[in-house]
T-cell receptor, first 115, second 112 residues
Framework: AQSVSQHNHHVILSEAASLELGCNYS??????LFWYVQYPGQHLQLLLK??????LVKGIKGFEAEFIKSKFSFNLRKPSVQWSDTAEYFC?????????????FGTGTLLAVQP | DGGITQSPKYLFRKEGQNVTLSCEQN?????MYWYRQDPGQGLRLIYY???????QKGDIAEGYSVSREKKESFPLTVTSAQKNPTAFYLC???????????FGPGTRLTVL
């Protein structure tokens, strides 16, 4: 069965620090990969996605993620975080064409950015 | 203004009662999903529907039921058989072939 691991459950950073959140998945075939963000009191929203092509994808608000197929990873990065990046971040994977056609989510990473 | 609406935002229920959570979308999406979010557990799939009048169980369907009589609507009923129903419930709909999902604002259910 597919699974997604987010090893950082809580991350605390100061403003302007660099961010990297880990995401690993277990599936050997073609995958679609997503990072979602949930700001306090707001909808879960898409941060960025990878379907195919350039493995370095750029999303909203200066976030980017790199798909490394050999490592089954899709880590999220931001060079300099802001207080407004405080949120919960979820990695998700989908195997297109599968019978269930569903997203599998990681357990989430709570990021707190201190001003 | 397109989007997904869920109501109510907060819901309180006594043990032994069934309760229905509403989810409506005007995005013209075929597929809709219900997730449950618990602290430290991420989102877990309860039920999903890829087309009207059809739905499938997700990973944690026990104690829940759904219907999909209209494309726009996918209500979730939390029955008294659900052993631990207090949670945050999220509805989503799917756009496109790559399963990019859009989420509603959620309903927080508390069982007293």
């Amino acid at each position: 069965a597919q699974s997604v691991s987010q090893h950082n459950h809580h991350v605390i950073l100061s403003e302007a620090a660099s961010l990297e959140l880990g995401c690993n998945y277990s599936y050997g075939g073609t995958v679609n990969l997503f990072w979602y963000v949930q700001y306090p009191g707001q909808h879960l929203q898409l941060l960025l996605k990878y379907f195919s092509g350039d493995p370095l994808v750029k999303g909203i608000k200066g976030f980017e993620a790199e798909f490394i197929k050999s490592k089954f990873s899709f880590n999220l990065r931001k060079p300099s975080v802001q207080w407004s990046d405080t949120a919960e971040y979820f990695c998700a994977v989908n195997a297109p064409g599968g019978a269930t056609n569903k997203l599998i989510f990681g357990t989430g990473t709570l990021l707190a950015v201190q001003p | 203004d397109g989007g997904i609406t869920q109501s109510p935002k907060y819901l309180f229920r006594k043990e032994g009662q069934n309760v229905t959570l509403s989810c409506e979308q005007n995005l013209n999406h075929d597929a809709m999903y219900w997730y449950r979010q618990d602290p430290g557990q991420g989102l877990r799939l309860i039920y999903y529907s890829q087309i009207v009048n059809d739905f499938q169980k997700g990973d944690i369907a026990e104690g829940y039921s759904v219907s999909r009589e209209k494309k726009e609507s996918f209500p979730l009923t939390v029955t008294s058989a659900q052993k631990n129903p207090t949670a945050f419930y999220l509805c989503a709909s799917k756009a496109g072939a790559h399963n990019e999902q859009f989420f509603g604002p959620g309903t927080r259910l508390t069982v007293l």
